[in-house]
């Protein structure tokens, strides 16, 4: 059985007379002993001398409008010269994308066009003696679907995650990760895993459509209604969306994502994401050891209070979530996997810096 979770802290709703941030982010200075904070903050996490390594951008919103922000460092590339980041440089998701894929199941879910506790229509599973049939959708959300597949971003020699994005398995993430035996019974143990989110993209195209159609459906569904145009979804040979780990966007529009999620899948007044969805996502369905509790393909925080919970990607990108302060901190870089608890104390800083009474109250 999965452990039950704290109750949720209520999700906040957008600010009487703050514009949606659709086409352009209101901006709000923070009150000055929250802004000294963030200074520090923003210094600390910024200094490539320190435990945090590389930052390349940093967006602080709070109760829907940006309170802070910064870009620093270029790209290299093999082709081109480096270029600077700036608020227009699309950096990449990482396993962000996953968070982003549990929206578009939403969506279909919402529509009527899936369901979460029926076997999931994967052709390698279509066989009814096969265990790894009665495998569900909800399940692999969860990451508890008993595939035996190794997500380590170190040692190649038993790295399923590395062969699939980088090597055999590159053309058809989903059949690579789909052909994997079970390792325990469907439902019964928590294993995180790229590869499943890739199934999960695989089941979505057969009922979107591969490649085109793919792409204009998270265009028309879920970027385009939020404003989040500088996304760029990668797609495998297949035209399946690699949603373990495949975005680019800027800074700016994750903070978009991360706002629609802060208000409960409504934006500007219209609800695109189904009542209840983004509660679902956020509700601890399994604790890893390591990184903390996990509902569906989002990722809670030890020990907070506050009802915090994030999109979490290699390297230590992020989009944190606090209900308690309605804000939405995003953190796009390059962290040392070593120094990933650093990461994680200084997120908690982000949000305490919020807890501080004004002066004179």
Same mark, same amino acid.
């Given at each position: 059985?999965?452990?039950?979770?704290?109750?949720?802290?209520?999700?906040?709703?957008?600010?009487?007379?703050?514009?949606?941030?659709?086409?352009?982010?209101?901006?709000?200075?923070?009150?000055?002993?929250?802004?000294?904070?963030?200074?520090?903050?923003?210094?600390?996490?910024?200094?490539?001398?320190?435990?945090?390594?590389?930052?390349?951008?940093?967006?602080?919103?709070?109760?829907?409008?940006?309170?802070?922000?910064?870009?620093?460092?270029?790209?290299?590339?093999?082709?081109?010269?480096?270029?600077?980041?700036? %608020?227009? *440089? $699309?950096?990449?998701?990482? /396993?962000?994308?996953?968070?982003?894929?549990?929206? =578009? !199941?939403?969506?279909? @879910? &919402?529509?009527?066009?899936?369901?979460?506790?029926?076997?999931?229509?994967?052709?390698?599973?279509?066989?009814?003696?096969?265990?790894?049939?009665?495998?569900?959708?909800?399940?692999?959300?969860?990451?508890?679907?008993?595939?035996?597949?190794?997500?380590?971003?170190?040692?190649?020699?038993?790295?399923?995650?590395?062969?699939?994005?980088?090597?055999?398995?590159?053309?058809?993430?989903?059949?690579?990760?789909?052909?994997?035996?079970?390792?325990?019974? %469907?439902? *019964? $143990?928590?294993?995180?895993? /790229?590869?499943?989110?890739?199934?999960?993209?695989? =089941? !979505?195209?057969?009922? @979107? &459509?591969?490649?085109?159609?793919?792409?204009?459906?998270?265009?028309?569904?879920?970027?385009?209604?939020?404003?989040?145009?500088?996304?760029?979804?990668?797609?495998?040979?297949?035209?399946?969306?690699?949603?373990?780990?495949?975005?680019?966007?800027?800074?700016?529009?994750?903070?978009?994502?991360?706002?629609?999620?802060?208000?409960?899948?409504?934006?500007?007044?219209?609800?695109?994401?189904?009542?209840?969805?983004?509660?679902?996502?956020?509700?601890?369905?399994?604790?890893?050891?390591?990184?903390?509790?996990?509902?569906?393909?989002?990722?809670?925080?030890?020990?907070?209070?506050?009802?915090?919970?994030?999109?979490?990607?290699?390297?230590?990108?992020?989009?944190?979530?606090?209900?308690?302060?309605?804000?939405?901190?995003?953190?796009?870089?390059?962290?040392?996997?070593?120094?990933?608890?650093?990461?994680?104390?200084?997120?908690?800083?982000?949000?305490?810096?919020?807890?501080?009474?004004?002066?004179?109250?």
């Amino acid at each position: 059985m999965s452990p039950a979770g704290p109750a949720l802290v209520p999700l906040p709703a957008q600010p009487a007379g703050v514009p949606w941030p659709t086409t352009d982010w209101p901006t709000r200075p923070p009150a000055p002993e929250v802004g000294a904070a963030l200074d520090t903050l923003l210094d600390r996490v910024c200094d490539d001398n320190g435990p945090l390594a590389t930052t390349h951008a940093v967006v602080v919103v709070q109760g829907g409008a940006i309170m802070a922000e910064r870009y620093q460092g270029q790209l290299e590339y093999f082709e081109r010269p480096p270029t600077p980041v700036t %608020p227009q *440089t $699309r950096l990449l998701s990482w /396993s962000m994308a996953k968070s982003m894929l549990h929206a =578009v !199941v939403g969506l279909l @879910v &919402g529509d009527g066009l899936l369901d979460l506790d029926s076997p999931a229509a994967v052709a390698e599973w279509s066989d009814p003696d096969d265990p790894r049939h009665a495998i569900t959708v909800g399940q692999m959300l969860a990451m508890r679907d008993g595939l035996d597949f190794v997500e380590d971003y170190v040692d190649e020699r038993i790295s399923d995650v590395i062969e699939m994005l980088f090597g055999a398995g590159h053309h058809d993430m989903a059949h690579f990760a789909a052909d994997r035996p079970l390792a325990a019974p %469907p439902g *019964t $143990r928590f294993n995180y895993s /790229s590869g499943t989110s890739n199934i999960i993209s695989s =089941v !979505v195209a057969g009922v @979107v &459509g591969h490649g085109a159609p793919y792409e204009e459906y998270l265009r028309a569904r879920l970027f385009g209604p939020i404003g989040m145009h500088s996304a760029e979804p990668e797609l495998d040979t297949t035209g399946t969306w690699v949603a373990s780990s495949y975005v680019r966007a800027t800074a700016r529009d994750f903070a978009r994502f991360g706002l629609l999620y802060l208000r409960d899948g409504v934006w500007d007044g219209v609800r695109l994401l189904p009542e209840g969805w983004v509660d679902y996502g956020r509700t601890v369905q399994s604790v890893d050891p390591e990184d903390g509790p996990y509902g569906a393909h989002w990722w809670g925080v030890e020990g907070d209070t506050l009802g915090t919970f994030r999109a979490s990607g290699y390297e230590g990108q992020s989009i944190s979530l606090c209900p308690a302060h309605d804000l939405v901190v995003v953190r796009l870089g390059k962290t040392p996997t070593a120094h990933y608890p650093d990461l994680t104390r200084w997120r908690a800083d982000v949000v305490q810096a919020f807890s501080v009474p004004p002066t004179g109250a």
